[in-house]
Each structure stands twice: as C-alpha cells, then as structure tokens.
Nanobody, 115 residues
Framework: QVQLVESGGDLVQPGGSLRLSCAAS????????MGWYRQAPGKQRELVAS???????TLVDSVKGRFTVSRDNAKNTLTLQMNSLKPEDTAVYYC?????????WGQGTQVTVSS
C-alpha cells in the first residue's frame, strides 16, 4: 500500500513562490500517472497538474505558466513548483494518482496566499 506525504506548504504573499513535495513510500509510483490536487474551503477537490510516468506534464488553464510539475522516479517523489501565487491558489494541496483507484490520501499541505 502506498503512503503519500505532502510537504512545503506555507503562508506566502501574492506573487510569491512555493515548492511542494510529495514523498511516496510502500511501493513505487513510477509507473503511474500522478497528479497534484487542491481543495479550497467549501469547494470540491480539483486536479491542477498531472505528469505521466515518462514525465509529460499537463496543467489546468488557471495555473499554466505559473506552476510546474515534475517527478523523480528514482526517489519516488513528485514536486509542484508554484510561482506568481494568487489568493485564489489558497487551498490544501494533495498528491495522488490521476486516475482511480486512488491511493490512500495523505494529510495534504496547506498553502495560503495572503498579504
């Protein structure tokens, strides 16, 4: 069973940057299309970025040009580089498979963008 641990969230001012990390243990995630999700207060969880096993990224329009997703299959990790952050990026961020069946969800990491 894969365990996922997200880290790197923080309080940051608009226009700032953060780098989120996702560490997987228990099994290799290298063969899976992985994604970064976020859930803002009162809203459903949404997929914002995904990356294939071979490293091809896909991002939703709202984060294109600002976020970058990458993975290190040797280290069993996933990264989300977030630049030019906006208040609407405020959410708890999670990593998981892009497609069902999902792994057990981790605790997520809180990103708050506020002045």
């Amino acid at each position: 069973q894969v365990q996922l641990v997200e880290s790197g969230g923080d309080l940051v001012q608009p226009g700032g940057s953060l780098r989120l990390s996702c560490a997987a243990s228990g099994s290799l995630i290298s063969i899976y299309v992985m994604g970064w999700y976020r859930q803002a207060p009162g809203k459903q969880r949404e997929l914002v970025a995904s990356i294939t096993a071979g490293g091809r990224p896909t991002l939703v329009d709202s984060v294109k040009g600002r976020f970058t997703v990458s993975r290190d299959n040797a280290k069993n990790t996933l990264t989300l580089q977030m630049n030019s952050l906006k208040p609407e990026d405020t959410a708890v961020y999670y990593c998981n498979r892009k497609n069902v069946p999902y792994f057990n969800w981790g605790q997520g990491t809180q990103v708050t963008v506020s002045s």
